[in-house]
Nanobody, 124 residues
Framework: QVQLVESGGGLVQPGGSLRLSCAAS????????WAWYRQAPGKQREQVAL???????TYADSVKGRFIISRENAEKVVYLQMNSLKPEDTAVYYC??????????????????WGQGTQVTVSS
């Protein structure tokens, strides 16, 4: 059974950094586009970063210039390096994969069951 396991979250002060990891098991990792999403309390889940199988990346405007998504195909891991964190980055972060984007939202259509996510809290 395919599993996505996110880790690396925690409590960090504004301006700090965190590196999130997403480990995928029981699946063919390489052909997929991978994305990180986040969901803050009372808000809908939103995509923050995407990396295609080619290595091409795109980011939400809110994190552009601060977050970096990368992938390690051999290890079946996707990373999200988060720098210059702000209180508004506080959310549960999830990863998922897909092969196409939603025509209305422009977000990757997630294909796998969601993992438990990892909590990121930015607070002084």
């Amino acid at each position: 059974q395919v599993q996505l396991v996110e880790s690396g979250g925690g409590l960090v002060q504004p301006g700090g950094s965190l590196r999130l990891s997403c480990a995928a098991s029981a699946m063919n990792f390489n052909p997929y586009t991978w994305a990180w999403y986040r969901q803050a309390p009372g808000k809908q889940r939103e995509q923050v970063a995407l990396i295609a199988s080619s290595g091409w990346t795109t980011y939400a405007d809110s994190v552009k210039g601060r977050f970096i998504i990368s992938r390690e195909n051999a290890e079946k891991v996707v990373y999200l390096q988060m720098n210059s964190l702000k209180p508004e980055d506080t959310a549960v972060y999830y990863c998922n994969c897909g092969l196409g984007v939603d025509g209305l939202t422009g977000e990757l259509v997630a294909l796998r069951p969601w993992g438990q996510g990892t909590q990121v809290t930015v607070s002084s």
